[in-house]
């Protein structure tokens, strides 16, 4: 086995563990599931908006990284390679749920310009503890799927995963300016809609007026 | 600086890479006009409640499960792969 060479768990070097599963070390690329899964399910998630089309996004996308790990450079990072084998397997998902309909992430981001700061109030301190867990969590999933796919991805890649700029582009296949301005539409329009949840009230007791 | 130019260059000064004049130029922006301080406070609250929020989080057993899935699947496409040495071979969970 060729294990010996390689060290595992958090502190292994990624491209050592990159070029193992190359090599066919099957323990390696659990590693690297292991180091990305959770990532992964959440991009699908987003994208899908479907917890069981997610799961399949999962397996489907490291499987095919696995059998495509011969072809991958080196050149990017193996996380952001992974991203964009991800990003296409979650598109391939929901074009199959609109019935063979081709879906692109360029859809409706043409559409209703709400970027524009309509609300400029000011938020609570602590926004995060106005609600509690379930109802925060209810608020920010609904708000964030009332954006376009194209808008969502982006600010998920970016803001939620972390992803530099270039990065993002590279793995939705756009161009930088294209994720620069669609991040800064995603954001504003997300804090748009987050004002009317979250605006300083006026009067603090049992204020909640939905 | 209008507040739709301030508007334009939110994203970069948000994430901290814009050249020293032109922050210095929001930064001016930001000491007079109280809309855009409360938009661009309010939008890097956004992006960190979303940031820390654990929206779609992978349960254990899930996670688990998918590792075992994936981890079968590629196994299987290993085989298929290899040229066939030991034909008779009908159960092996011990691949190494």
Same mark, same amino acid.
């Given at each position: 086995?060729?294990?010996?060479?390689?060290?595992?768990?958090?502190?292994?070097?990624? &491209?050592?563990?990159?070029?193992?599963?190359?090599?066919?070390?099957?323990?390696?690329?659990?590693?690297?599931?292991?180091?990305?899964?959770?990532?992964?399910?959440?991009?699908?998630?987003?994208?899908?908006?479907?917890?069981?089309?997610?799961?399949?996004?999962?397996?489907?996308?490291?499987?095919?990284?696995?059998?495509?790990?011969?072809?991958?450079?080196?050149?990017?990072?193996?996380?952001?390679?992974?991203?964009?084998?991800?990003?296409?397997?979650?598109?391939?998902?929901?074009?199959?749920?609109?019935?063979?309909? &081709?879906?692109?992430?360029?859809?409706?981001?043409?559409?209703?310009?709400?970027?524009?700061?309509?609300?400029?109030?000011?938020?609570?301190p602590?926004?995060?503890?106005?609600?509690?867990?379930?109802?925060?969590?209810?608020?920010?999933?609904?708000?964030?799927?009332? &954006?376009?796919?194209?808008?969502?991805s982006?600010?998920?890649?970016?803001d939620?995963?972390?992803?530099?700029?270039?990065?993002?582009?590279?793995a &939705?296949?756009?161009?930088?300016?294209?994720?620069k301005?669609?991040?800064?539409?995603?954001?504003?329009?997300?804090?748009?809609?987050?004002?009317?949840?979250?605006?300083?009230?006026?009067?603090?007791?049992?204020?909640?007026?939905? | 600086? %209008?507040?739709?130019?301030?508007?334009?260059?939110? %994203?970069?000064? /948000?994430?901290?890479?814009?050249?020293?004049?032109?922050?210095?130029?929001?930064?001016?922006? /930001?000491?007079?006009?109280?809309?855009?301080?409360?938009?661009?406070? %309010?939008?890097?609250?956004?992006?960190?409640?979303?940031?820390?929020?654990? /929206?779609?989080?992978?349960?254990?057993?899930?996670?688990t499960?998918?590792? +075992?899935?994936?981890?079968?699947?590629?196994?299987?496409?290993?085989?298929?792969?290899?040229?066939?040495? +030991?034909?008779?071979?009908? +159960?092996?969970?011990?691949? %190494?």
């Amino acid at each position: 086995m060729a294990t010996d060479t390689i060290k595992t768990g958090e502190a292994a070097d990624e &491209l050592s563990l990159v070029r193992a599963a190359k090599a066919g070390n099957i323990e390696a690329f659990e590693q690297l599931i292991r180091r990305y899964d959770r990532n992964v399910f959440r991009i699908a998630q987003h994208i899908t908006q479907n917890r069981e089309d997610a799961e399949d996004v999962v397996q489907d996308a490291f499987l095919k990284a696995f059998q495509n790990l011969a072809g991958f450079q080196e050149q990017s990072k193996f996380y952001t390679w992974l991203v964009r084998i991800a990003v296409n397997e979650a598109l391939m998902k929901l074009r199959r749920r609109r019935t063979g309909k &081709l879906v692109s992430l360029d859809e409706d981001v043409q559409t209703e310009d709400d970027s524009v700061p309509r609300e400029v109030a000011d938020w609570s301190p602590n926004p995060e503890q106005l609600y509690n867990r379930a109802e925060l969590k209810e608020i920010l999933d609904k708000t964030i799927q009332g &954006l376009p796919p194209g808008f969502r991805s982006v600010f998920v890649l970016r803001d939620v995963e972390g992803l530099s700029t270039e990065e993002t582009a590279e793995a &939705l296949d756009l161009s930088i300016p294209a994720v620069k301005s669609r991040l800064l539409r995603a954001r504003l329009q997300l804090r748009n809609r987050l004002t009317k949840f979250f605006r300083q009230r006026q009067q603090p007791e049992n204020g909640r007026n939905n | 600086m %209008t507040c739709s130019e301030f508007l334009q260059e939110l %994203t970069d000064y /948000l994430d901290g890479i814009i050249d020293a004049p032109t922050r210095a130029e929001l930064e001016e922006h /930001l000491t007079w006009c109280r809309d855009c301080f409360v938009i661009c406070n %309010t939008t890097q609250m956004t992006i960190q409640i979303y940031r820390n929020s654990e /929206l779609y989080e992978l349960p254990e057993d899930l996670r688990t499960r998918l590792r +075992s899935a994936i981890l079968t699947k590629c196994k299987h496409q290993e085989k298929a792969e290899e040229p066939a040495s +030991s034909p008779s071979e009908s +159960s092996s969970n011990s691949q %190494t």
